[in-house]
């Protein structure tokens, strides 16, 4: 839920409790006074009922009046001599409804037996004072009500903007850009520091990412300038005419192990800048035809190992991603189907609209398949193989959001990557 | 012909320079951008081969003073960075060539004779060694003047072979050169072995001589019997 919803919603909730609760007393008091003034008058009658009665010991029952009207009812047997104030309802004479009366009743002595008294008022009129009053009242509570809400939404809108304004800027802003990331400024000093704060921030995650960036480029620089030495010495070493077999035996070695060591730097400074994200181009491919474009250039070995290749295709598989990502990707993945194939097996490439698989015949994995992409981990002990294949193909599918899966039926291995 | 070689390294600058001179090219080294670019205000060079990574300088600004004052310049980009990036930003200011670090010396030099003869003859000459015959443009080989027909990995053997004549090449290059950099499995060495056998039995089926010489455990060298 949005701070403004969540805010107003709350706003609401909370004063229309306290509208209803003032409404309530509000029309309570009202009711309580009016009440109190019809009985004290009702009182007030009683006495000069009283009065009278008690100078002229008797009483002429000949209102003819709705009003003040009195009813003297003579008592039989027992009776509680008590003052009892009740509200009760008196049909019109004339049009048959029935009217509110508020009633004292009280017991006395006329000539000397018992009657029961009772006084009436009528209420219409303070009925009708009650409700003026009430609905005066809701509609002026309930125009108060809206009008504050309205307001507070305008209001928290306003000042909100500019919180609203940095969070949209801080949700386009790329640390790998060299753009600084620019919150809006406003009179309100929570929001300048909280820009302060996400500025800082911002810039110390592009610097970090640049060195970091700047620090991957150089160790590849530093490692491979050496290596590169070395393998320009051993090529001119090699040339001298006079070399015994033990010595073409070293360097072949020494040749191996620096080729070795730059392959593997190439690799590990590879899965480095993919974990750092430093491949931001992004581009949709179409990811089956790039692989059936990659096998070309593949035929030789294909051929040469004799390798029969098939292909399924049930839709291309479409990704927005890094053109060179999916290459290193396709690469890799073909790679592996072939290295790990034996003469004369079998390379098949599957593709739907929300998968791609490769699979090739080979010998069952000796170990864990779930451990098939980790880094360093070699089927074969063969020099040639590095062990990163795999870890940078799962590297690359967990960095542009694709899965990953292995599966094996003898005699055939597959890997499936998918949306 | 002359060449330009910037690179800080000392030593991967004095192999590169004992390398090509062999071949018979004339080379100068600059170690520093700033020698680098005094030398080419002063001299003309047919090649230059420039690393991006200077201590005082980027090879790029070196680039682009040679286009604006020598464009005839042959320019061969090597460095130890690797990304596309960079790649394209090379050929986008003009360099013919990036080559990255580690490289072969025998493909630096078959690089760098292809650009020279580019540069000269616009690809439309003929390379002749002995009794071999390349016609470049219509990629067709000829020995002893009888034509023979090779595959696309058998010509650029062949081609190879010829750029580096007398030179000892390691099978890790020939593979390099012919598949490039992403086969790396064991089976390209014998798909090497394969190609070399099938090139040097074309050449020996037309009357030529045996050139192809296998050196033990390293690679072959074209030289003549």
């Not at chain 1, 160790?219 to 050496?226: L, M, R």
């Not at chain 1, 864990?368 to 940078?392: D, N, Q, T």
Request: hydrophobic share 40%; charged share 25%.
């Amino acid at each position: 839920m949005k701070l403004l919803e969540k805010a107003s919603r709350i706003y609401l909730i909370a004063s229309l409790l306290i509208y209803v609760a003032v409404g309530i007393a509000f029309y309570w008091i009202i009711n309580f006074m009016i009440y109190d003034e019809v009985e004290s008058r009702l009182m007030v009658e009683k006495q000069d009922f009283e009065t009278y009665v008690r100078a002229n010991d008797t009483w002429s029952n000949n209102s003819y009046f709705v009003e003040n009207k009195i009813e003297v009812v003579p008592v039989f047997g027992k009776f509680d001599n008590k003052v009892a104030f009740t509200d009760t309802l008196i049909s019109n004479r004339y049009d048959e409804t029935a009217d509110p009366f508020r009633q004292l009743t009280f017991y006395t002595l006329i000539g000397g037996s018992p009657y029961r008294v009772a006084i009436r008022k009528s209420m219409i009129e303070s009925y009708k004072l009650i409700e003026a009053i009430s609905v005066a009242m809701i509609a002026f509570l309930g125009l108060l009500l809206v009008s504050t809400f309205l307001f507070h939404r305008v209001l928290s809108g306003k000042l909100w903007k500019p919180f609203y304004d940095s969070l949209a800027r801080i949700k386009d802003f790329d640390w790998t850009k060299n753009k600084p990331l620019e919150t809006v400024r406003s009179e309100i000093t929570e929001f300048n520091e909280l820009g302060d704060v996400m500025e800082k921030m911002a810039s110390k995650m592009q610097h970090d990412y640049r060195s970091l960036r700047e620090f991957t480029e150089n160790a590849s620089h530093e490692i491979q300038t050496p290596l590169a030495l070395i393998n320009a010495r051993v090529e001119q070493f090699i040339q001298s005419k006079d070399l015994g077999e033990n010595h073409t035996y070293w360097i072949e070695e020494i040749y191996h192990a620096a080729r070795r060591m730059s392959r593997l730097n190439q690799g590990l400074l590879l899965l480095a800048k993919i974990e750092n994200q430093q491949f931001t181009e992004q581009e949709e491919l179409d990811l089956s035809e790039l692989a059936l474009n990659k096998l070309k250039d593949f035929e030789d070995i294909l051929q040469h190992k004799d390798i029969r290749v098939s292909l399924q295709s049930a839709g291309s598989f479409r990704k927005v991603m890094s053109p060179a990502l999916a290459e290193i990707l396709l690469t890799n993945l073909i790679n592996n189907a072939i290295r790990h194939n034996y003469t004369g097996g079998e390379l098949r490439l599957e593709s739907g609209v929300d998968y791609l698989q490769v699979s090739n015949t080979g010998n069952p994995l000796k170990s864990e398949p779930e451990r098939l992409f980790e880094r360093f981990k070699k089927e074969s002990a063969g020099a040639e193989s590095l062990g990163l294949g795999l870890a940078i193909v799962k590297q690359i599918c967990d960095n542009c959001e694709l899965r990953i899966s292995y599966r094996y039926e003898e005699p055939v291995h597959s890997i499936r990557i998918m949306l | 012909m002359k060449i330009l070689v910037v690179e800080d390294e000392k030593g991967l600058a004095e192999s590169i320079t004992d390398y090509l001179s062999r071949e018979g090219f004339v080379c100068e080294v600059a170690n520093t951008f700033w020698q680098a670019d005094e030398k080419i205000s002063l001299y003309q060079y047919d090649c230059t081969i420039v690393d991006l990574t200077l201590p005082d300088g980027n090879g790029f600004d070196i680039i682009k003073t040679l286009k604006k004052i020598a464009a005839a310049t042959g320019i061969i980009i090597i460095s130890a960075r690797n990304t596309l990036e960079d790649k394209l930003k090379g050929l986008e200011i003009g360099s013919d060539d990036y080559m990255t670090k580690p490289f072969h010396l025998s493909e630096l030099n078959a690089r760098v004779k292809s650009l020279i003869r580019r540069r000269n003859f616009g690809g439309n000459n003929d390379m002749t060694w002995k009794d071999i015959r390349v016609n470049l443009p219509a990629r067709k080989v000829f020995i002893k003047d009888i034509e023979t027909t090779l595959s696309k990995k058998e010509y650029d053997l062949l081609l190879y072979f010829l750029s580096n004549i007398d030179v000892a090449l390691t099978k890790e290059s020939i593979a390099e050169h012919l598949w490039g950099d992403n086969m790396d499995s064991a089976d390209s060495l014998d798909m090497v072995y394969s190609h070399i056998k099938n090139l040097r039995r074309k050449i020996v089926e037309k009357g030529g001589k045996d050139y192809i010489q296998s050196i033990y455990g390293i690679g072959y060298k074209f030289t003549a019997p």
